[in-house]
Nanobody
């Protein structure tokens, strides 16, 4: 069993930055990949970015490239989502998710159905 806890959401103005954190606990050595997704009211869940538990390669969704980055927070099973140059359309509930035991092929990292464990989500609102 793995549990995920996100934090760091809140209210920001356009152009501001926010940093989200996701911390995993439990049988963390079963985690193979980690991702951030977001979902705004009335919209489908959108891929934000992903990172594998081993290695430093990251993958980002087209709408956040150049503005968001994913990194580890001093531990293999703790991650950060740095969000810069925020826009109103970035407003959503942000979720971290992990895949356990088996590896996701690169082309499927953006597929939310691949991930087995999800956090509770944290709200990000960008408004002037």
């Amino acid at each position: 069993q793995v549990q995920l806890v996100e934090s760091g959401g809140g209210l920001a103005r356009p152009g501001d930055s926010l940093r989200l954190s996701c911390v995993a606990s439990g049988t963390t050595n079963s985690i193979t990949s980690m991702a951030w997704f977001r979902q705004a009211p009335g919209k489908e869940r959108e891929f934000v970015g992903a990172i594998r538990s081993h290695g430093d390669n990251t993958w980002l969704g087209e709408s956040v490239k150049g503005r968001f980055t994913i990194s580890r927070n001093n531990a293999r099973y703790s991650w950060l989502l740095q969000m810069n140059s925020l826009k109103p359309e970035d407003s959503a509930v942000y979720y971290c998710a992990v895949k356990l035991h088996t590896r996701i092929i690169q082309s499927s990292l953006s597929d939310h159905t691949q991930y087995t464990t999800w956090g509770q989500g944290t709200q990000v609102t960008v408004s002037s």
